[in-house]
């Protein structure tokens, strides 16, 4: 009886472990992500969306390689099963941030951050479908408590232009979602570096495809000039907020899952709130309030 209590305490006490790191993981990463915000607002100011992807995708992949091989060496990286997670991201991250381009295009980025706040239920049927989660009372609420928080967060203007971009948007939340959680179940036996790595990689020929068709028609182009300015906002748009970011987020899915981390995603607004208030912006209370309800439903959902 008593190795059959110290068996169980052992197991709770991994398990919290786990929470707590994959929270914690979580945390970073979606504050080095919304620290991406700020820096696009800048960039997009003079480049083309599909340039300003091209380029930021060619960095951050770039940087992702050179640290994987820094971290593991240049045999590692070679024998990695790249034509598979290319294929992930290609699909996943690739398709997803066109999509959600064209959803933007077709809406406006008030639209598309409500939505956006939907992102935690595509990652909750994903985990579903494949029996790696019992939704239960507990979940449902804290998922719910989290769509609103993000949903406060960021309606200052209510505004929903319904049509083909509405399903663009979802379509694009999915598919990240998608792409996320199966670097970690379908590349199992890889660091969460070399996951983000080849994955990103596909995202990167998909991106490059669609800038050398528009390039090439004459729709978009190259800026002539880039400033100091411009160039610190592509470092931390490219490499802090989409390479460093998705490293510590695939290492929280492979802690609790990808419909825990998701949950995070709507603290995006409070975290950029934050970031332009040290930078001399306004603090909004609206924001607080909304990341306060979801911090509610992050813990509740995970509640025993």
């Not at 989290?146 to 949903?151: D, P, Q, Y």
Request: glycine share 8%; charged share 10%; hydrophobic share 60%.
């Amino acid at each position: 009886m008593i190795f059959q209590k110290n068996k169980y305490f052992q197991i709770s006490s991994v398990s919290s472990n786990r929470l707590v790191t994959g929270n914690a993981l979580a945390f970073i990463a979606i504050f080095l992500f919304a620290a991406g915000f700020p820096a696009a607002e800048v960039l997009l100011e003079i480049w083309h969306p599909i340039t300003l992807m091209f380029f930021r995708l060619l960095l951050a992949v770039s940087t992702l390689v050179i640290i994987w091989i820094l971290l593991e060496g240049l045999p590692s990286v070679l024998k990695a099963p790249w034509l598979k997670g290319i294929k992930i991201g290609l699909l996943g991250f690739g398709l997803g941030t066109n999509l959600l381009l064209f959803a933007q295009w077709f809406t406006d980025p008030i639209t598309v951050a409500l939505l956006a706040t939907l992102i935690p239920v595509s990652a909750t049927i994903l985990e579903v479908w494949d029996r790696r989660r019992k939704l239960n009372t507990k979940f449902i609420l804290g998922l719910l408590a989290s769509i609103i928080g993000g949903f406060i967060a960021v309606s200052e203007n209510i505004s929903i232009d319904l049509g083909w971009g509405v399903l663009m948007a979802l379509a694009s939340g999915f598919c990240f979602m998608w792409a996320s959680d199966k670097s970690v179940t379908k590349l199992s036996g890889l660091s969460s570096i070399a996951r983000s790595s080849i994955t990103f990689t596909g995202a990167a020929v998909f991106t490059t495809i669609s800038f050398l068709v528009l390039f090439n028609l004459g729709l978009i182009e190259i800026p002539n000039k880039i400033t100091t300015n411009q160039l610190f906002s592509l470092i931390i748009y490219s490499v802090i907020s989409m390479a460093i970011s998705q490293v510590f987020f695939i290492a929280s899915v492979d802690k609790v899952g990808i419909a825990i981390s998701s949950l995070h995603l709507n603290f995006s607004p409070f975290y950029v709130m934050i970031i332009l208030f040290i930078l001399g912006g306004a603090w909004d209370l609206r924001a607080a309030v909304g990341a306060s309800i979801v911090a509610f439903g992050v813990w509740f959902a995970q509640s025993k």
